[in-house]
């Protein structure tokens, strides 16, 4: 079979998926099968797929077809351009947070910051990034053992320098920062179940969950941050577009607050400066 032709067909396989792009999808599985550049499946729809190249990319599309987020299927998932492993089990990256490591990386060179810590490193990207684009002395913590294995492959495959540990929020941590930041579990208990089935069937439910109000990380964080900022650090989160008024509210009494918008126009970053 021709790609052009595997691609016709992969097309009738997805279709009927919901928040998919199969023709895109479909030359992304195709490029890793074959170990190429997505460019070259552009270049070359007339090449004949070898059985195993042809087996296994329907094995896939089975796979996605069923509701398995691709990211899980493949493994792995692009991030600023930067190649992340991805576990099944681990919150997969989106998009948007590259507008938190944006606002981090300005935050960090406007204020010669030195240090950063972030609460709930998932697959690490955040503080990966955030130490390959500024150097700044990094850490990173989650409590869950497979964010912890993932961050640590991801460490090493980037060649960052990132420290990472195990911990329930401040549990195990010390010393202070410069900067503290967290992208928390913020959808309301409630709404779990409206959410996209790639998303409430496979993710963890741990890293979505932020309780009834979507709130409790962020009091909890908000509560013990400033026995663990510097004086005049800042506390840094991603929040849910519907969010601007109660983080706010919640960071009022000791920070000084501004917020930054995504590409779509909600408020998607909380920053915080810590009042002394």
Same mark, same amino acid.
């Given at each position: 079979?021709?790609?052009?032709?595997?691609?016709?067909?992969?097309?009738?396989?997805?279709?009927?998926?919901?928040?998919?792009?199969?023709?895109?999808?479909?030359?992304?599985?195709?490029?890793?099968?074959?170990?190429?550049?997505?460019?070259?499946?552009?270049?070359?729809?007339?090449?004949?797929?070898?059985?195993?190249?042809?087996?296994?990319?329907?094995?896939?599309?089975?796979?996605?077809?069923?509701?398995?987020?691709?990211?899980?299927?493949?493994?792995?998932?692009?991030?600023?351009?930067?190649?992340?492993?991805?576990?099944?089990?681990?919150?997969?990256?989106?998009?948007?947070?590259?507008?938190?490591?944006?606002?981090?990386?300005?935050?960090?060179?406007?204020?010669?910051?030195?240090?950063?810590?972030?609460?709930?490193?998932?697959?690490?990207?955040?503080?990966?990034?955030?130490?390959?684009?500024?150097?700044?002395?990094? &850490?990173? %913590? =989650?409590?869950?053992?497979?964010?912890? $294995?993932?961050? *640590?492959?991801? !460490? +090493?495959?980037?060649?960052?320098?990132?420290?990472?540990?195990?911990?329930?929020?401040?549990?195990?941590?010390?010393?202070?920062?410069?900067?503290?930041?967290?992208?928390?579990?913020?959808?309301?208990?409630?709404?779990?179940?409206?959410?996209?089935?790639?998303?409430?069937?496979?993710?963890?439910? &741990?890293? %979505? =969950?932020?309780?009834?109000?979507?709130? $409790?990380?962020? *009091?909890?964080? !908000? +509560?013990?941050?400033?026995?663990?900022?510097?004086?005049?650090?800042?506390?840094?989160?991603?929040?849910?577009?519907?969010?601007?008024?109660?983080?706010?509210?919640?960071?009022?009494?000791?920070?000084?607050?501004?917020?930054?918008?995504?590409?779509?126009?909600?408020?998607?970053?909380?920053?915080?400066?810590?009042?002394?």
């Amino acid at each position: 079979m021709k790609i052009k032709e595997a691609l016709s067909k992969s097309i009738v396989y997805l279709k009927e998926r919901e928040f998919t792009d199969p023709l895109y999808e479909s030359r992304l599985i195709l490029s890793r099968i074959l170990e190429k550049d997505i460019s070259f499946i552009y270049a070359y729809l007339d090449l004949e797929l070898e059985p195993k190249d042809e087996e296994k990319f329907f094995q896939i599309l089975k796979m996605r077809q069923s509701g398995q987020p691709l990211q899980y299927i493949l493994k792995e998932t692009y991030f600023m351009d930067k190649k992340f492993k991805i576990n099944r089990g681990v919150l997969i990256p989106r998009k948007e947070t590259e507008i938190s490591v944006e606002v981090i990386t300005e935050v960090v060179k406007k204020n010669k910051c030195k240090s950063f810590l972030e609460i709930g490193c998932g697959s690490g990207i955040v503080t990966i990034m955030v130490n390959l684009l500024t150097n700044i002395n990094c &850490s990173c %913590l =989650d409590i869950s053992d497979l964010a912890i $294995e993932n961050t *640590k492959t991801n !460490i +090493k495959n980037l060649g960052a320098k990132v420290q990472v540990f195990k911990s329930n929020l401040f549990e195990n941590v010390t010393g202070k920062f410069d900067i503290i930041y967290s992208n928390p579990p913020y959808i309301k208990t409630g709404e779990i179940k409206n959410l996209q089935d790639e998303v409430k069937n496979f993710e963890p439910i &741990s890293a %979505l =969950d932020g309780g009834e109000s979507g709130l $409790e990380f962020y *009091k909890k964080i !908000i +509560k013990q941050s400033t026995n663990y900022l510097n004086d005049n650090g800042f506390l840094i989160f991603e929040i849910g577009y519907d969010q601007k008024d109660s983080i706010e509210n919640l960071m009022s009494k000791d920070f000084n607050i501004y917020f930054i918008k995504d590409l779509q126009g909600y408020y998607r970053v909380a920053v915080g400066k810590r009042r002394c």
